[in-house]
């Protein structure tokens, strides 16, 4: 699998199991996306383990459509540019699986956040290695997981693009 077929590969997974973006709950998407990562590494990246992570992000925002707590996971990968010697001209793209709901008191009193894996990494002042097992088990325990877990959004995405 390469970064640019990660959602059509992700998407696959989901109608092998049944689930459709239009009534999926992260209790059911979540798994699905951690399975792939779990299973499938992205070729092109400079160094697999360092350069293919996940992020889980909350909060409630407003991107330019109206105000809604979102609840995200994201693969992110970073594939080495044309030029071997400039570690700036390293391409950065994203795979989303992201639940929108309409914004209520309680989403309102979580937080924003965000927790990174970067199992077998070096460690940074930005990223710490996490294995993948902490992170899922974080993202469970989270209040903002818990909050909606088998909650139906408004919307569910998945989508991929550049960074």
Known sequence: MTPSSSDRELR???????????SLTPSEGLPVMFDFYKQIRAEGCINPVDRDML???WGTYDWGQGLNFQLDVTRQFIMQGDDPND???????QLQLTFYYQPTPVLAELSKGTHWCKPGGVPDKYIPCVSLEEFISFVYSSPAYLAVASVRPKKAEVKHGLV
């Open 12 to 22: 696959a997974r989901m109608r092998a199991k049944n689930l459709s973006l239009d």
């Open 55 to 57: 992020l889980f992000q």
């Open 87 to 93: 570690p700036d001209d390293d391409v950065m793209s």
